[in-house]
């Protein structure tokens, strides 16, 4: 079965699950969801073990928080937050050889709702489902084609305006 690593935090966590069920429900994707209560700590974090590497050369190499509890996880991850995508990126480095991607409320924007906000910004539910979908296709494991059928399905227009370029 296919898997995905979805990584949440703050508000966003909620879209985050409920992304991991439109995943499950619409194209049989599993998808463990990890709740991130600070990228800024988890990249300190990160940081001060590669530093305690570098300084201990003949010792085995330390790994962050985040690297050890995802190492035995499958697929690409997904790191969804409603701040901008370098408080996510902070983590990049961690994450080794897999495919990470990120999502984030850069650029300005005005909605009426928080749920039109979170469109806006393409980090609700239906954004992060098809971010994990594309991360599976461009990792060779699922058709290109179900990336499509969720923008299709989730009737998310992929000609609009990008909230980093108003």
């Given at each position: 079965?296919?898997?995905v690593?979805?990584?949440?935090?703050?508000?966003?966590?909620g879209?985050?699950?409920?992304?991991?069920?439109?995943?499950?429900?619409?194209f049989?994707?599993a998808?463990?969801v990890?709740?991130?209560?600070?990228?800024?700590?988890?990249?300190?974090?990160g940081?001060?073990?590669e530093r305690?590497?570098?300084?201990?050369?003949?010792?085995?190499?330390?790994?962050?928080?985040?690297?050890?509890?995802?190492?035995?996880?499958?697929?690409?991850?997904?790191?969804?937050?409603?701040?901008?995508?370098?408080?996510?990126e902070?983590?990049?480095p961690?994450?080794?050889?897999?495919r990470?991607?990120t999502?984030?409320?850069?650029?300005?924007?005005?909605?009426?709702t928080?749920?039109?906000?979170?469109?806006?910004f393409e980090?609700?539910?239906?954004?992060?489902?098809?971010?994990?979908?594309k991360?599976?296709?461009?990792?060779?494991?699922?058709?290109?084609?179900c990336?499509?059928?969720?923008i299709?399905r989730?009737?998310?227009?992929?000609?609009a305006?990008?909230?980093?370029?108003?």
């Amino acid at each position: 079965a296919l898997r995905v690593q979805l990584l949440g935090s703050g508000a966003i966590l909620g879209e985050t699950l409920a992304a991991a069920d439109l995943l499950r429900q619409d194209f049989g994707v599993a998808a463990d969801v990890w709740s991130v209560t600070s990228y800024s700590e988890l990249g300190r974090d990160g940081q001060e073990a590669e530093r305690w590497s570098r300084l201990h050369p003949l010792e085995d190499r330390r790994r962050g928080y985040a690297e050890t509890v995802l190492a035995d996880s499958e697929g690409p991850v997904v790191a969804a937050t409603d701040y901008m995508k370098t408080v996510a990126e902070q983590i990049r480095p961690l994450m080794q050889d897999r495919r990470y991607v990120t999502l984030g409320t850069d650029g300005f924007g005005r909605s009426d709702t928080r749920t039109a906000l979170r469109a806006y910004f393409e980090v609700d539910r239906h954004h992060i489902a098809l971010a994990a979908l594309k991360a599976l296709a461009d990792d060779g494991l699922m058709p290109r084609d179900c990336a499509a059928d969720a923008i299709a399905r989730y009737g998310i227009d992929p000609e609009a305006v990008s909230a980093a370029r108003p």
